[in-house]
């Protein structure tokens, strides 16, 4: 009697907990339907996940988790930079979850709903004159401007810091030679070396890229020149030689180190640049073609209908201006956090 009363209280138990297996699954097939509140439900999950394991994680991550901790919550005290963050990191998930936030295929087409006007049955910000959602079009545009601009921001780093580095390790003809060069570029603004290189490749996202890279190394170079040679002439460069350090050893242990704060305060303002430039060269319409979504490509087919459409380019130019305001703040807020005489004078 005993052994089937726990056989049916077991059998119940099953029942119940099965029962409720499918009703919470059913809520989440049902939840995962609106993208957007699945996507708060997994950023809750994460949250909670962190709060609870923050000890493990915390023994797990050591010094470096600390470092980063610290540097974060000295930002935090920046709160137009902390804003600043917050903004990148938005712009940077909207661009690396377009197909899960896109309402739209950017390229979807329906000759009927042309120029529909901003809060449309199923067009928040509206159409375009092929009856593209605007919505869709500016989120997969995030992810141009942002490659473009990182990869861009990237090659002048390499390419121009490490001319710069080696140039002011150097000095004598060599940094001469090489700053003279410089020199030449700087003289030409960035743009019109970017148009130039992108009217020898041809318009695309490639040349783009390219010629962006190209017109800031200049930039990178004089950074990274100028902190070199300020380093040069410190005690613990003349010790290294005396100690008969490689010169390799000095760059890597003693040069660089001091250098990258420098350079990545510098990608993050040039990150900004490269939004806006990206921008403006595919206002100029030798940047990314069509059917590919831009906003620099959104911007200059805007304007064409400015006034019996204006909210057309309207919403990509907001994107630009917060997208580069938010990288501003951010490189505003980073100098301050590498400068420890900034640091300690706010304190």
Known sequence: MAGSIQEFNTASTSRAIGGIGR????????????????????????????AVLAPVLSSAIGGVGRSVLNAVRRLSTNRLAFLGMIGIIVIVLVAVLAPVLSPYAPDRMATSDRFLPPN????????????????SRIIYGARVSLLVSVIAVSVATVVGGGIGVLSGYAGGWVDLL???????????????IALGVVALFGPSA?????????????LFARVSRAAVVNIRSQGYIEAGHVMGS????????????NVLPLITVQ??????????????????????QPPTSSWGEMLTTGRQYMF?????????????????YAFNLFGD???????????????
């Open 120 to 135: 449309s049955p199923g067009h928040i910000l509206g159409t375009d004159e092929f009856g593209r959602d605007v919505l």
């Open 23 to 50: 009703s919470v699954l059913n809520a989440l097939r049902r939840l995962s339907t609106n993208r957007l509140a699945f996507l708060g439900m997994i950023g809750i999950i994460v949250i909670v996940l962190v």
């Open 178 to 192: 090489v700053m003279r060069v410089v020199d030449v570029m700087f003289a030409i603004p960035a743009l019109m």
């Open 267 to 288: 990608m993050t303002s040039s990150l900004a640049w490269g939004i806006l430039d990206e921008a403006a060269i595919g206002f100029l319409g030798l940047g990314v």
């Open 333 to 347: 807020g980073l100098r301050d956090l590498l400068d420890p005489r900034a640091w300690r004078v706010n304190n």
């Open 246 to 257: 490689s010169h390799f050893r000095i760059l890597r242990q003693d040069v660089l180190p």
């Open 308 to 324: 019996s459409n204006p909210t057309m380019p309207l919403f990509a130019g907001l994107a630009v201006m917060l997208s580069v």
């Open 206 to 218: 490639e040349s783009v890229t390219l010629a962006l890279g190209i017109a800031y190394s200049p």
